[in-house]
T-cell receptor, first 111, second 116 residues
Framework: SQTIHQWPATLVQPVGSPLSLECTVEGTSNPNLYWYRQAAGRGLQLLFY??????ISSEVPQNLSASRPQDRQFILSSKKLLLSDSGFYLC??????????FGQGTRLTVV | AQSVSQHNHHVILSEAASLELGCNYSYGGTVNLFWYVQYPGQHLQLLLKYFSGDPLVKGIKGFEAEFIKSKFSFNLRKPSVQWSDTAEYFCAVIPWIDFGNEKLTFGTGTRLTIIP
């Protein structure tokens, strides 16, 4: 069966520090991968999605970037965090004609 | 640009009342549609999905949704709500096998509060 792992669950980082959130999927190949940020009243804001290795589409210009170095690995990064980067980040995968499956999420607090 | 609109931001109902939450999307091609629910303090859970076939889709916990292609709508319904339905509800859309544009877009959500 397919599973998705996202870590860490919580993270407290100082302003200006780098960020790396990792997401891996098991039990499927060539998944579509997504990074979302969830904020109260704003739903799930799509940040990045990827349909294949090295293929990244950015939805919102911001201080973050994403990479897909392997088929089932999706990384969200920042070189220098801002206070406004605080939030709840969700990784998800979907296959062709399947629903999306979500990771447990990462609560990021930038201090 | 592809988008999903949920017009009701917060709905308050009494138990046993009927529910309908609106969802409209903008995309010119064929789509797959979803409703997710997030109970307080919990993670997103799939309620139901539409890929093709019968436009009236039945999901878990007595929920159903109707896809009306001409209206670009996928409204969620439940004939009689319970206090345990208090949650936030999200509509989502993804283009159907539109290679290179498999963007899964969510609406901003509707918070549903059921009064006992």
């Amino acid at each position: 069966s397919q599973t998705i792992h996202q870590w860490p669950a919580t993270l407290v980082q100082p302003v200006g520090s780098p960020l790396s959130l990792e997401c891996t999927v098991e039990g499927t190949s060539n998944p579509n991968l997504y990074w979302y940020r969830q904020a109260a009243g704003r739903g799930l804001q799509l940040l990045f999605y990827s349909v294949g290795i090295g293929q990244i589409s950015s939805e919102v210009p911001q201080n973050l970037s994403a990479s897909r170095p392997q088929d089932r690995q999706f990384i969200l990064s920042s070189k220098k965090l801002l206070l406004s980067d605080s939030g709840f980040y969700l990784c998800a995968w979907a296959g062709s004609n399947t629903e999306a499956f979500f990771g447990q999420g990462t609560r990021l607090t930038v201090v | 640009a592809q988008s999903v609109s949920q017009h009701n931001h917060h709905v308050i109902l009494s138990e046993a009342a009927s529910l309908e939450l609106g969802c409209n999307y903008s995309y010119g091609g064929t789509v797959n549609l979803f409703w997710y629910v997030q109970y307080p303090g919990q993670h997103l859970q799939l309620l139901l999905k539409y890929f093709s076939g019968d436009p009236l889709v039945k999901g878990i916990k007595g929920f159903e949704a109707e896809f009306i292609k001409s209206k670009f709508s996928f409204n969620l319904r439940k004939p009689s709500v319970q206090w345990s339905d208090t949650a936030e509800y999200f509509c989502a859309v993804i283009p159907w096998i539109d290679f290179g544009n498999e963007k899964l877009t969510f609406g901003t959500g509707t918070r549903l509060t059921i009064i006992p």
